[in-house]
């Protein structure tokens, strides 16, 4: 039974990164291979300021969510001011979380490589869900107001977006921190959890791991990522009975989504319009 609330633990605390990479991503357009420096940002600051300074849990959580969304302004000011397209600007989000890695093993205050052990393990399950349900309450109410509605346009076509008064820079670099605070809140999360950090965990794989749950959930949903989310952390446990071939079926999953669900697994669409009955069949 622990073992299932642990996978859980872990399945919720991705899903509030996965989120976040969703609005930016899924609802804003543009692509990112560097989410999880922002992860690493979070779960750093709220660790060593519990760790060494005795910062209340809350407390060093908000921090980490401010410092994540203050590292997202770094990167986000001068790349968006200077409008690269969506791969250009995944490269140079990409070459930000190399660098902040390589500062990470290089610094004392973090252990450097070797990690930071013995996190006090402050993050529960109740903790997590309770997150995950602001998180998706916070999500839901921004993409229904008019920003949310900018980021929309913005994605579907920048050009109409912006000669219809749309600010583009500001909406972006608006959808960036937002979704940096999502992964600082859930890298914050998983150091408490885990009790122990190291560079090698918010590196390009984990960024990988995120996006692929973005893309196969479906672009312009919330739930269908989160759904994907789970997906991709429960099934691979589920099957490590299997060893090596639970990786195999890892890379299917994703394989046969895309080729018989394009779209994701939700598209455009929430999970709540499945269980809703079609007009003239309430009675």
């Given at each position: 039974m622990s073992y299932i609330l642990s996978i859980t633990t872990l399945a919720c605390i991705n899903m509030i990164a996965v989120l976040g990479l969703a609005i930016f991503t899924g609802f804003t357009g543009l692509f990112s291979f560097g989410h999880a420096a922002f992860m690493g940002i979070g779960a750093y600051v709220s660790a060593i300021l519990t760790y060494y300074y005795g910062v209340p849990f809350p407390l060093a959580l908000a921090c980490g969510v401010a410092a994540s969304s203050a590292a997202s302004l770094i990167i986000g000011i001068p790349t968006l001011r200077a409008r690269l397209r969506s791969d250009y600007f995944a490269i140079a989000i990409l070459g930000f979380g190399e660098a902040l890695r390589v500062i990470l093993e290089n610094l004392s205050i973090t252990n450097g490589a070797r990690g930071l052990p013995g996190i006090a393990p402050y993050t529960t399950l109740p903790v997590v869900v309770l997150c995950l349900g602001l998180c998706v309450i916070v999500a839901r109410n921004f993409l229904q107001s008019r920003y949310g509605a900018a980021c929309i346009a913005v994605r579907e076509d920048p050009?109409?977006?912006?000669?219809?008064?749309?600010?583009?820079?500001?909406?972006?670099?608006?959808?960036?921190?937002?979704?940096?605070?999502?992964?600082?809140?859930?890298?914050?999360?998983?150091?408490?959890?885990?009790?122990?950090?190291?560079?090698?965990?918010?590196?390009?794989?984990?960024?990988?791991?995120?996006?692929?749950?973005v893309i196969a959930g479906g672009l312009g949903s919330i739930s269908g990522p989160l759904v994907a989310s789970f997906l991709f952390i429960a099934l691979p446990e589920a099957l490590r009975v299997a060893q090596m071939w639970r990786l195999v079926a890892y890379g299917l999953i994703l394989v046969l989504i895309m080729l018989f669900r394009p779209q994701g697994l939700l598209g455009h669409q929430e999970i709540s319009r499945l269980f809703k009955r079609p007009a003239g069949e309430d009675h």
């Amino acid at each position: 039974m622990s073992y299932i609330l642990s996978i859980t633990t872990l399945a919720c605390i991705n899903m509030i990164a996965v989120l976040g990479l969703a609005i930016f991503t899924g609802f804003t357009g543009l692509f990112s291979f560097g989410h999880a420096a922002f992860m690493g940002i979070g779960a750093y600051v709220s660790a060593i300021l519990t760790y060494y300074y005795g910062v209340p849990f809350p407390l060093a959580l908000a921090c980490g969510v401010a410092a994540s969304s203050a590292a997202s302004l770094i990167i986000g000011i001068p790349t968006l001011r200077a409008r690269l397209r969506s791969d250009y600007f995944a490269i140079a989000i990409l070459g930000f979380g190399e660098a902040l890695r390589v500062i990470l093993e290089n610094l004392s205050i973090t252990n450097g490589a070797r990690g930071l052990p013995g996190i006090a393990p402050y993050t529960t399950l109740p903790v997590v869900v309770l997150c995950l349900g602001l998180c998706v309450i916070v999500a839901r109410n921004f993409l229904q107001s008019r920003y949310g509605a900018a980021c929309i346009a913005v994605r579907e076509d920048p050009v109409a977006a912006e000669m219809s008064g749309i600010h583009l820079f500001r909406t972006r670099l608006l959808s960036l921190a937002l979704s940096a605070a999502y992964c600082g809140l859930s890298g914050g999360l998983l150091a408490h959890y885990l009790s122990f950090i190291q560079p090698v965990m918010f590196t390009l794989v984990q960024s990988t791991q995120i996006l692929a749950a973005v893309i196969a959930g479906g672009l312009g949903s919330i739930s269908g990522p989160l759904v994907a989310s789970f997906l991709f952390i429960a099934l691979p446990e589920a099957l490590r009975v299997a060893q090596m071939w639970r990786l195999v079926a890892y890379g299917l999953i994703l394989v046969l989504i895309m080729l018989f669900r394009p779209q994701g697994l939700l598209g455009h669409q929430e999970i709540s319009r499945l269980f809703k009955r079609p007009a003239g069949e309430d009675h």
